[in-house]
């Protein structure tokens, strides 16, 4: 997810942080829960550096709403902190010994609980999943493709109907889901519920407006422990507790409040103030200023400071479908601007010397994932300005098509940095001159998923360890998350070889099919990241992991 939140997809087998509480000595006060001493005011704050961009599970493509969403909303399985799928609103896992899934493989039964409440207190009944994920398939957000297994769903897409056959109920808490295909993935779609699958209220959505339900305290229902209790549009965003919520553990934070604070250096300073708890929620681990990082990391409160592989990766993105660097035309001058990157400079400039990021050059999945490539594995990444100048004066001769490129990106001191270094090495090594643009990131992403840009900024951060998230959701034909218009029949074969297959007979095809795409110098890649966290020792709870903030009502403040 350009989070950032999904053929054969396993169960996220990483092995990252697990649940760490850091603990403090009690000062007086407080409620004492479980040996530990908790604070009387249970507020989380924590800052954004650019206002949300969606609830709506039918259109999440960015992490920072996922990180949210997440604790709004739930699905029928989700993922617990160590990244192992578990029942959520489904009372077990499907699989073949309890009768979830057929021996075809083709068909899925879920039973719900039934005693879970949307937080308006409406039961949630299995005609609830189905309006969502018939609202998600109709709505073809980024991520709808998500359910494109399910019998019906191409009919959907191709407004032939407007729900999905595959989706039948028996009875109030028993669902059935039909497939086109077996598809061992599908279990850990489901599971990624920030994302097209997660259960929205229909009398929510119609009173609210389809389009602003979820912007208003009032109609944002979920399911999930937190509510939104208040918003001012690009200043602030407020969560409560769901009374007598439905699911464990129960939570202990009363209130979290979110600045929306364009210059993160501002936010860490209030946190050095003690105005913020963490810094880091919300996807914003990205985008902590270098020169921060390294001043922090040298004082007093480097304890505070976390580094958590955030499987990440960044690049340049080229406009497939129009533009100087659209389709086989395209190819030289693709690779030039490749080449001309020093990715060495870059990680120095723009990843406080490296500390929070590395040299993408092992392919766009990063390091320590399934498809990885290999260290050095990517030519694309190799600077060699001699041949990039080369291909320049081959593609552009005069420079015509060059004239006037802007390169887009969303706000925060990473992208800029990214975006100043590229610039400069653009001039230096190619001599082209390109501007920049930085757009606010609900538009950035509208837009380029639209396809207006011609070169910008990319990223991807894996919802799972599986390379059928980065191939479906992004380099695949009209894949949603895509934004490029990027298209190579070969690879599309490739990959629905390989969707087809166990994880370990289809990783040879998905390396195969990321061949093809540097063979077409389909982008430039730039850099994998490290998350950095600012977390004062009296949160107690888990730590975010390679893919997820921790959920809020595993959280807590202690005596401080």
Same mark, same amino acid.
Request: a neutral charge.
């Given at each position: 997810?350009?989070?950032?939140?999904?053929?054969?997809?396993?169960?996220?087998?990483?092995?990252?942080?697990?649940?760490?509480?850091?603990?403090?000595?009690?000062?007086?006060?407080?409620?004492?829960?479980?040996?530990?001493?908790?604070?009387?005011?249970?507020?989380?704050?924590?800052?954004?550096?650019?206002?949300?961009?969606?609830?709506?599970?039918?259109?999440?493509?960015?992490?920072?709403?996922?990180?949210?969403?997440?604790?709004? %909303?739930?699905?029928?399985?989700?993922?617990?902190?160590?990244?192992?799928?578990?029942?959520?609103?489904?009372?077990?896992?499907?699989?073949?010994?309890?009768?979830?899934?057929?021996?075809?493989?083709?068909?899925?039964?879920?039973?719900?609980?039934?005693?879970?409440?949307?937080?308006?207190?409406?039961?949630?009944?299995?005609?609830?999943?189905?309006?969502?994920?018939?609202?998600?398939?109709?709505?073809?957000?980024?991520?709808?493709?998500?359910?494109?297994?399910?019998?019906?769903?191409?009919?959907?897409?191709?407004?032939?109907?407007?729900?999905?056959?595959?989706?039948?109920?028996?009875?109030?808490?028993?669902?059935?889901?039909?497939?086109?295909?077996?598809?061992?993935?599908?279990?850990?779609?489901?599971?990624?519920?920030?994302?097209?699958?997660?259960?929205?209220?229909? &009398?929510?959505?119609?009173?609210?407006?389809?389009?602003?339900?979820?912007?208003?305290?009032?109609?944002?229902?979920?399911?999930?422990?937190?509510?939104?209790?208040?918003?001012?549009?690009?200043?602030?965003?407020?969560?409560?507790?769901?009374?007598?919520?439905?699911?464990?553990?129960?939570?202990?934070?009363?209130?979290?409040?979110?600045?929306?604070?364009?210059?993160?250096?501002?936010?860490?300073?209030?946190?050095?103030?003690?105005?913020?708890?963490?810094?880091?929620?919300?996807?914003?681990?990205?985008?902590?200023?270098?020169?921060?990082?390294?001043?922090?990391?040298?004082?007093?409160?480097?304890?505070?400071? &976390? %580094?958590?592989?955030?499987?990440?990766?960044?690049?340049?993105?080229?406009?497939?479908?129009?533009?100087?660097?659209?389709?086989?035309?395209?190819?030289?001058?693709?690779?030039?601007?490749?080449?001309?990157?020093?990715?060495?400079?870059?990680?120095?400039?723009?990843?406080?010397?490296?500390?929070?990021?590395?040299?993408?050059?092992?392919?766009?999945?990063? &390091?320590?994932?399934?498809?990885?490539?290999?260290?050095?594995?990517?030519?694309?990444?190799?600077?060699?300005?001699?041949?990039?100048?080369?291909?320049?004066?081959?593609?552009?001769?005069?420079?015509?098509?060059?004239?006037?490129?802007?390169?887009?990106?969303?706000?925060?001191?990473?992208?800029?940095?990214?975006?100043?270094? =590229?610039?400069?090495?653009?001039?230096?090594?190619?001599?082209?001159?390109?501007?920049?643009?930085?757009?606010?990131?609900?538009?950035?992403?509208?837009?380029?998923?639209?396809?207006?840009?011609?070169?910008?900024?990319?990223?991807?951060?894996?919802?799972?360890?599986?390379?059928?998230?980065?191939?479906?959701?992004?380099?695949?034909?009209?894949?949603?998350?895509?934004?490029?218009?990027?298209?190579?029949?070969?690879?599309?074969?490739?990959?629905?070889?390989?969707?087809?297959?166990?994880?370990?007979?289809?990783?040879?095809?998905?390396?195969?099919?990321?061949? =093809?795409?540097?063979?077409?110098?389909?982008?430039?890649?730039?850099?994998?990241?490290?998350?950095?966290?600012?977390?004062?020792?009296?949160?107690?709870?888990?730590?975010?992991?390679?893919?997820?903030?921790?959920?809020?009502?595993?959280?807590?403040?202690?005596?401080?």
């Amino acid at each position: 997810m350009d989070r950032g939140v999904g053929a054969f997809r396993a169960l996220r087998s990483l092995a990252i942080v697990g649940a760490i509480g850091i603990l403090v000595a009690a000062c007086g006060g407080g409620t004492t829960t479980g040996g530990t001493q908790l604070a009387a005011d249970q507020t989380l704050r924590f800052p954004l550096n650019d206002d949300i961009g969606t609830f709506d599970p039918a259109f999440l493509n960015a992490a920072v709403d996922a990180a949210f969403a997440q604790n709004l %909303f739930d699905g029928l399985l989700k993922f617990d902190d160590n990244l192992n799928i578990v029942p959520d609103i489904a009372k077990e896992i499907p699989t073949t010994s309890n009768g979830g899934i057929s021996s075809d493989g083709l068909t899925y039964t879920f039973k719900l609980r039934n005693d879970v409440k949307f937080s308006n207190g409406d039961k949630v009944t299995a005609k609830d999943v189905i309006y969502s994920w018939n609202r998600a398939a109709k709505a073809q957000g980024d991520y709808a493709s998500d359910l494109d297994h399910v019998v019906g769903y191409k009919d959907v897409k191709g407004k032939k109907a407007t729900t999905m056959s595959g989706l039948t109920s028996s009875d109030d808490y028993t669902l059935k889901v039909q497939l086109t295909d077996p598809a061992g993935f599908f279990l850990t779609e489901v599971a990624f519920f920030t994302a097209v699958t997660g259960v929205v209220s229909e &009398k929510a959505v119609t009173s609210g407006g389809e389009d602003t339900w979820w912007t208003k305290p009032e109609t944002l229902i979920g399911t999930g422990p937190y509510k939104m209790s208040a918003r001012v549009p690009k200043q602030s965003l407020d969560f409560v507790p769901v009374d007598n919520w439905w699911g464990s553990p129960k939570p202990v934070l009363k209130k979290i409040h979110v600045d929306i604070i364009a210059d993160l250096s501002s936010a860490i300073a209030k946190y050095d103030q003690n105005g913020f708890d963490n810094v880091g929620f919300g996807d914003m681990n990205g985008n902590v200023p270098p020169e921060d990082i390294l001043r922090i990391k040298a004082g007093p409160k480097s304890s505070e400071l &976390k %580094f958590i592989p955030k499987v990440r990766t960044t690049w340049v993105g080229f406009n497939y479908e129009k533009g100087p660097f659209a389709g086989a035309a395209g190819k030289d001058l693709r690779k030039a601007f490749s080449l001309a990157i020093d990715r060495s400079k870059l990680v120095d400039v723009a990843c406080s010397h490296g500390i929070t990021c590395a040299a993408a050059t092992g392919g766009l999945i990063s &390091k320590g994932l399934k498809g990885y490539l290999g260290d050095n594995a990517d030519p694309l990444a190799k600077f060699d300005a001699a041949t990039a100048k080369q291909l320049l004066q081959s593609a552009d001769p005069n420079k015509t098509k060059t004239k006037g490129l802007v390169y887009q990106y969303n706000p925060g001191a990473f992208n800029k940095a990214i975006a100043e270094n =590229l610039q400069s090495q653009w001039q230096d090594n190619l001599g082209v001159k390109v501007d920049l643009a930085a757009t606010e990131r609900q538009t950035f992403f509208q837009r380029r998923t639209k396809k207006e840009y011609t070169i910008f900024r990319h990223s991807w951060q894996a919802d799972y360890d599986h390379p059928q998230d980065w191939f479906d959701n992004l380099f695949i034909t009209d894949a949603g998350n895509g934004g490029t218009g990027y298209s190579n029949p070969q690879l599309d074969a490739l990959v629905k070889t390989a969707d087809a297959k166990k994880t370990e007979d289809a990783i040879a095809d998905y390396k195969k099919a990321s061949q =093809l795409m540097i063979d077409d110098a389909a982008y430039a890649p730039l850099v994998y990241s490290l998350g950095v966290f600012l977390t004062k020792p009296y949160v107690k709870g888990p730590q975010a992991n390679a893919f997820n903030d921790p959920y809020w009502n595993e959280l807590s403040i202690l005596q401080h």
